[in-house]
C-alpha cells in the first residue's frame, strides 16, 4: 500500500475504528479519515473468547504505523470485564482477560489499554475500590516487564459501578503497587452524567481543576470526547453527536483549546453511521472547526 505522510500540524484527534478487516485496516482507516489517534479493540469485545495472535497480524500492525505515522493508540478492553467481581469464576475470567489484553496490546506495541474499573455489586465502593486495586495487582504479578500502560475510564456511575468520582479513580491507584503502569482515560459523557459540569468555561476550569487535585493531570493519557444523551447527574451512559446532546459545543472547544490536555490523545466513542450520513467524519470536522486558529 503507498505510504501516507503524517501531517505533524494536526492535533492528537481519532475515533474508535472496527477491527473487522484487519487489525492493521484500523489504522488505514483512520489516516483516511485524518485521524492522529485512534482507539481498537483487539479481540471481540462481547465475550470471553481470548485471540492469539498471529506473526502476520503483527507484522502488518507494524506496517501501517510506520505507513500512517500514527503511534497515539489506545485498546480498550472487553465489557466483560469486572475485577470487583464477587463470584469466583466470573473474577478469575476478569483477571485473566485483562492480562491477555495487556500482553495481546504489548505485542502490538499499543501504548494505552483502557479499562473500565468494574461494579461492587452491592459489596459496598470501599470493598470494590479493594477488590480492583488488588486485582491490578494480580494481573501485573503476572507480567513484570509489561510496557503497555492500564488506563481506569472514568464512569457514569450507572448500577454499583465504580469510577464515577475522582477521588475513587485516585483511591484505586493510590492501592497499586506498580504506579508508573497506570494512568487515567476521562471521557467527557461519563464524566457529566456522573454529576461533574463541563458546559460553561466556569464550570470546565472547576472540573479540570478538580481533576488535577484530586487524581493529577500528569496521570492523564487519554480523553474520550463523546456528549450525552442524558442530563447532568443522571448517572446514565449514552453518547451522543458533538454538539448535539446535553453537554453542548462550548465544553468540547475549551476541551480542544487547552494547552495543558493538547499532547493527550483525544478519542471520539459516538454513534457511527446513520440515515447514509458518516458520523465519523462529521463529528471529527466539528471538532477540527472548534480548534482556535
Known sequence: MKKILPIKSLPLLGAHFSIAKGLHNALYEARAYGCTALQIFTKNAQTWKERSLKPDEIDQFEQARAATGITAIAAHTSYLINLAAVEKQKHTRSCRALEQELVRSAMLNIPFVVLHPGSHMDRGEDEGIRRISESINQVFSQIPDLKTRLLLETTAGQGSNVGHTFEQLASIIDKVEKKD?????????????????????????????????????????????????????????????????????????????????????????????????????????????????
Open 181 to 293: 503502569a497506570v494512568g487515567f482515560c476521562l471521557d467527557t459523557s461519563h464524566i457529566f452524567a456522573a454529576g461533574y459540569d463541563i458546559r460553561t468555561p466556569s464550570a470546565y476550569q472547576k472540573t479540570i481543576n478538580v481533576f488535577d487535585t484530586i487524581a493529577g493531570l500528569e496521570h492523564l493519557n487519554l480523553i474520550h470526547l463523546n456528549d450525552s444523551k442524558k442530563e447532568l447527574g443522571s448517572r446514565v451512559d449514552r453518547h451522543e453527536h458533538i454538539g448535539q446532546g446535553c453537554i453542548g459545543l462550548k465544553a468540547f472547544e475549551l476541551f480542544m483549546n487547552d494547552h495543558r490536555l493538547q499532547d493527550i490523545p483525544k478519542i471520539l466513542e459516538t454513534p457511527k453511521q446513520h440515515g447514509g450520513k458518516d458520523y465519523d467524519k462529521v463529528n471529527l470536522s466539528t471538532l477540527r472547526n472548534l480548534m482556535a486558529s
